[in-house]
């Protein structure tokens, strides 16, 4: 089955910054959506953050198999109630594609338990993603790695959880590695982060970006799985009488 997919963006770089207009004059939620849909995944939304409810209302995320987060200067700006049925939504299933600086954003820090900061610079680095786990899913078809011209650096160390497991390490020109393609398990949702994607540069416009982050949904996806069940249970078979019951009844134990 084809997993429906909301491509979630801030949509506030390509209304205030003309460089970043430029290169994505419908938004980079709309570019990130179109690689997708060129990659065969064809039941694609998209949602901006000045939209009523951040375009995530309940019926929105209750019709998204995988949730893809593209988020930058405006974190602050998401309501902690939408962050907060986002992490719910993993936590039940939901997949979620993180992107770039999505690192800093309210539902992936909920998510990790962690700052997730990390070293940065912005100039002139190219970024070489070195595939490390070449048999993994969100591998396929990318080759021994993608070079991307010019990006945003990112250098560790990247304060996250140790990943699940890891499928691209950047390097860069000045220097500098990262844990650029991670994965992780939250409840019953997976989680993939993956690193490019600094709005001046075309890098949604990468074929194999954008391969990657297909890929990426689609491992994403959920999946049929257990049933996760808490809380106070009647037992499955008959238990020998217990003399002290009523006892631990009145004294207020369990």
């Known amino acids: 089955m084809t997993p429906r997919i909301t491509v979630w963006n801030e949509f506030r770089h390509e209304k205030e910054n003309r460089a970043v207009s430029d290169i994505y004059p419908d938004g980079i939620h709309t570019a990130i959506a179109a690689g997708l849909r060129a990659n065969g995944l064809q039941d694609v939304r998209t949602a901006t953050l000045d939209e009523p409810e951040h375009g995530l209302t309940d019926d929105v995320l209750a019709q998204t198999d995988v949730l893809v987060w593209w988020g930058h200067k405006a974190h602050g ?86 990943p699940d497991e890891l499928i691209f390490v950047s390097w860069f020109t000045g220097g500098e590695v990262f844990r650029s393609g991670c994965t992780f398990t939250r409840g019953s949702g997976k989680i993939f982060y993956f690193r490019p994607g600094h709005e001046t540069y075309p890098t949604y416009h990468h074929e194999g970006v954008l391969r990657v982050i297909a890929n990426g949904a689609r491992w994403a996806a959920p999946t049929a799985s257990a049933p996760r069940a808490f809380g106070n249970r009647a037992p499955l078979e008959p238990l020998p009488e217990d003399p002290h019951a009523a006892e631990r009844s009145q004294e207020g134990f369990r």
């Open 77 to 162: 700006d998401l309501t902690d109630a939408v962050a907060e049925k986002v992490v719910q939504r993993v936590w039940d299933g939901m997949g979620l594609v993180v992107l770039h600086s999505g690192h800093f954003s309210k539902p992936f820090k909920r998510l990790m338990g962690t700052s997730c900061d990390l070293k940065w610079r912005e100039a002139t680095d190219k970024e070489r993603l070195w595939v490390v786990h070449p048999a993994h899913p969100i591998a396929q078809g990318v080759g021994e790695y993608i070079e991307i011209p010019a990006e945003e650096m990112y250098g560790e160390h990247f304060d996250i959880p140790a």
